[in-house]
């Protein structure tokens, strides 16, 4: 089932060592660019805000938006509606019946898409830097595009937050 493949994965990856030598993520602020967080979920805190796994954040798009040509509509709250931001999130720092890799780590949601469709590079540079604004110090993007190179815009800002010591 799904928590046999969850524990093989963790312990696969490593992860359990580094968890049982007590490293947790604890004090480690992880932005995530993605579809946003499902914040209500119990096993990412159940809440949004201080003092809650996922601190902060915000929605750059609203749930309307399906990509280029559509009039972002940016608002302060970053819950995910498709659920590939809540999933990476919880590989990330799950820390309930599900653990992820650094259970201890806050997290902060950047939600570039809405609840269909794409996104646009603008959205995304617009994400890295409010993530390097915002004091993360680890940013994911589980994203893709097959039509970029290594020095297209969001490849090179993310260059920049790495030499500025984010891990990216």
Known sequence: GAA???????????????QEEGITG????VGIIDSGIDYTHPDLGGGFG????VEGGLDL????????????LPDPDPRDCIGHGTHVAGI????GQ??????GASLRAYKVFGCAGGTAADVILAALER????????VNMSLGNPFQWREYPTGRAADNLVNRGVVV
């Open 4 to 18: 046999a493949d969850l524990f093989t994965a963790i312990r696969m990856t490593g992860a359990d060592q580094v």
């Open 26 to 29: 604890a004090g480690v602020k």
């Open 50 to 53: 201080p003092g809650f796994k």
């Open 61 to 72: 798009v609203g749930n309307g938006y399906i990509g280029p040509g559509t009039i972002p």
């Open 92 to 95: 990330i720092a799950a820390n």
């Open 98 to 103: 599900v653990r992820g890799v650094a259970p």
């Open 131 to 138: 993530a390097l604004q915002d004091g993360n110090q680890v």
